[in-house]
Structure formats: structure tokens, C-alpha cells
Nanobody, 116 residues
Framework: QVQLVESGGGLVQAGGSLRLSCVAS????????RGWYRQTPGKQRELVAT???????VYADSVRGRFAISRDSAKDTVYLQMNNLKPEDTAVYYC??????????WGQGTQVTVSS
């Protein structure tokens, strides 16, 4: 089992920045990939960015060049630095980990609202 706690969401004006954090606890030794997803009402949850245990990152086209995912293994924390935020980035952002054996765990979500 892995528990995930996100923080850092909030309200920001367009063009502003936020940094999301996600701290993992439990069986963190078996985490292979950490990621961020987002969801708006009536839409499917979508990938924002993921990072593997060796630091290989993948980004959605809509955020590439504006967002950066990073991890601090010593703190079992993954970050999402979000710059130049746009109103269409408004969503609930969820932290996600994939363990060896493909088990998946999700955080509770943190709201990000970007005003125009």
C-alpha cells in the first residue's frame, strides 16, 4: 500500500505559477513511476506529466514547455512546477504512482483554479 498526499493547489491569475507537491508513504520502495493527472467536470482524467525512477519524464502536449515534473527520492516527493498558467489548466490535479507489478495508487486531488 502507498498513501499519497497532495498540496500546493489554489487560485492564481493567468500567467502565474504554482508548485504542486505529493508526498508518498508506505511501500514506496516499489514505486516505478510517479505522475500528475488532472480532471475537469464531465471529462476523463488526463495525463499531465510522469517521471520514472530513473528520471525520464513525459509531458502532455498542452503543458510541455510550461510545466516541469521532478522528484526528490530522499523525501519520497514528486513536484509539478506550473508556469505561465492558463484558464484551461483549471482542474483537480491528482498525484499517481505505479508500483512494480503495475499496482496504481491515487491521491485525493488538489484544486487548481486559473482566473483570466
Amino acid at each position: 500500500q502507498v498513501q499519497l498526499v497532495e498540496s500546493g493547489g489554489g487560485l492564481v491569475q493567468a500567467g502565474g505559477s504554482l508548485r504542486l507537491s505529493c508526498v508518498a508513504s508506505g511501500s514506496t520502495f516499489s514505486i516505478r513511476t510517479r505522475g500528475w493527472y488532472r480532471q475537469t467536470p464531465g471529462k476523463q482524467r488526463e495525463l499531465v506529466a510522469t517521471i520514472t525512477s530513473v528520471g525520464s519524464a513525459v509531458y502532455a502536449d498542452s503543458v510541455r514547455g510550461r510545466f516541469a515534473i521532478s522528484r526528490d527520492s530522499a523525501k519520497d516527493t514528486v513536484y509539478l512546477q506550473m508556469n505561465n498558467l492558463k484558464p484551461e489548466d483549471t482542474a483537480v490535479y491528482y498525484c499517481n504512482v505505479v508500483l512494480a507489478g503495475s499496482r496504481i495508487f491515487w491521491g485525493q486531488g488538489t484544486q487548481v483554479t486559473v482566473s483570466s
